[in-house]
């Protein structure tokens, strides 16, 4: 089966950073894009980035470009999603999710299989 576990998430004062984790499994790692998204409660939920496994492409969303920073670790099938100088209006449940098709965009219907969250709060 398919797992996506996302870690990482807390309490941050603005300007702070944390490091967000996606455990994945249950698929080969070489040609599927992982993405970030996230959800205030009330709004769509919001592509931020994505990285493509087998050529390591990645793409960001305007509003954090220069904050964000996505990368992978093969050898232990992780996505991190660095996010630095965050702000009040990044507070909201984080989630990570694959797309099997490997496309390179944060388009919420082209990802297949979603973890659960890890919730970020950014205090001002």
């Known amino acids: 089966d398919v797992q996506l576990q996302a870690s990482g998430g807390g309490l941050v004062q603005a300007g702070g950073s944390l490091r967000l984790s996606c455990a994945a499994s249950?698929?080969?790692?070489?040609?599927?894009?992982i993405g970030w998204f996230r959800q205030v409660p009330g709004k769509e939920r919001e592509g931020v980035s994505c990285?493509?496994?087998?050529?390591?492409?990645?793409y960001y969303a305007d509003s954090v470009k220069g904050r964000f920073t996505v990368s992978s670790d093969n050898a232990k099938n992780t996505v991190y999603l660095q996010v630095n100088n965050l702000k009040p209006e990044d507070t909201a449940l984080y989630y990570c999710?694959?797309?099997?098709?490997?496309?390179?965009?944060?388009?919420?219907?082209?990802?297949?299989?979603w973890g659960q969250g890890t919730q970020v709060t950014v205090s001002s």
């Open positions: 999710a694959v797309d099997l098709l490997g496309n390179l965009g944060i388009s919420f219907y082209d990802y297949d299989y």
């Open positions: 249950g698929f080969t790692f070489e040609d599927y894009t």
């Open positions: 990285i493509v496994y087998n050529d390591g492409r990645t």
